[in-house]
Nanobody, 123 residues
Framework: QVQLVESGGGLVQAGGSLRLSCAAS????????MGWFRQAPGKEREFVAA????????YYTDSVKGRFTSSRDNAKNTVYLQMNSLKPEDTADYYC????????????????WGQGTQVTVSS
């Protein structure tokens, strides 16, 4: 049974920072790509960031490039999403997910998901 548990969400003012964590268990974490997605109220889930198994390759959606950084610590079975210069439009539930592919941006490529952590950015 694979489990992904996100943490680090909360309420922050615009321009502030948060670091999300996603702790994984139940599979060999270092073999899999990890992704971050978000879903705002009334909107579809959207891709945010992805990182390959080694951390050597990352990919970001255009709206977060230069502000968000994904990293991973395979020794700790944890992936991170550092979010800087947050904007009100970043408000959403954030989910991490695991994929057997090298790296992926589509939700359908991910087979395990966390329960999500809420991020609220006030103006």
């Amino acid at each position: 049974q694979v489990q992904l548990v996100e943490s680090g969400g909360g309420l922050v003012q615009a321009g502030g920072s948060l670091r999300l964590s996603c702790a994984a268990s139940g599979r060999t974490f270092s073999r899999y790509a990890m992704g971050w997605f978000r879903q705002a109220p009334g909107k579809e889930r959207e891709f945010v960031a992805a990182i390959n198994w080694s951390g050597g390759s990352t990919y970001y959606t255009d709206s977060v490039k230069g502000r968000f950084t994904s990293s991973r610590d395979n020794a700790k079975n944890t992936v991170y999403l550092q979010m800087n210069s947050l904007k009100p439009e970043d408000t959403a539930d954030y989910y991490c997910a695991s994929s057997i592919l090298y790296i992926a941006t589509k939700a359908s490529a991910y087979d395990y998901w966390g329960q999500g952590t809420q991020v609220t950015v006030s103006s």
